[in-house]
């Protein structure tokens, strides 16, 4: 959790935002993810989303399915998600780990286990997509016992009252879905987020990072510009199907670096 809010600190500074692109692990195969992080670090990430891959990620469009079933198909799972974790750690003390995914790993791990490995693992945060505020406090709970951050979602159709119940049990900073369906959907309305965004900083009283569809550098200078953090995820995956393994790094670093500078751009 220190590495977070020490990077939104050191940002907010200097007026920059935070960049937090997301691959899932073991995709397109295990092998290959270390290199992909120490990728996305080089490319200007300022906090990574890592996801674990699920049988059924009902929050995620096509292309992070394809993604989560190439890498179940490898023998990921969430044992060797906190290993890699692990191994990146290694390497990189400073870059802050947030690990995305479902409930049903976790719970099939146990709860407590869990957050015990994935502190020992280096691991900053946790975002599960079917953790509803109302019904994880105590998850939530363990989590910040083993300074680990409980991140949540909040969307177009949140209420005031959702921001409340989530500015009350989160930590580290609030993931905003930007439009209305999945990952990767496109229709993204920038006027709409740029309403949004100031009411949710208003209650929540921590930075809010806007994802799904944002697509390229355009979209992401103009979400930085009233958001604290842009979440960019499918279209690295695409960048990644588009590559063999060994090319797959680079061309991640050169597509993320495009956007850092956007963002950046005074």
Known sequence: MERINVRFNILKSSGRKALIPFITA???NPET???LMHALVAGGADIIELGVPFSDPMAD???IQRASERALAKGMNLRKVLHMVE?????????AVVLMGYANPIEAFGVEAFAKAAKAAGVDGVLVVDYPPEECAEFAKVLKAHEIAPIFLLAPTSSEQRFKEVADIGAGYIYYVSLKGVT????LDLDEVARRIPQIQKIVGMPVGVGFGIRDAASAKKLGAVADAVVIGSRIIEEIEA????EAPLKVRTF????????DEK
């Open 26 to 28: 073991g995709d397109p």
């Open 33 to 35: 993810t270390l290199p």
């Open 61 to 63: 469009g096509p292309t």
């Open 87 to 95: 191994q990146f750690r290694q390497v990189n003390d400073n870059t």
């Open 184 to 187: 990767g959907s496109g229709n």
């Open 243 to 246: 590559s063999t393994p060994e």
């Open 256 to 263: 993320l670096r495009e956007i850092r500078a956007a963002l």
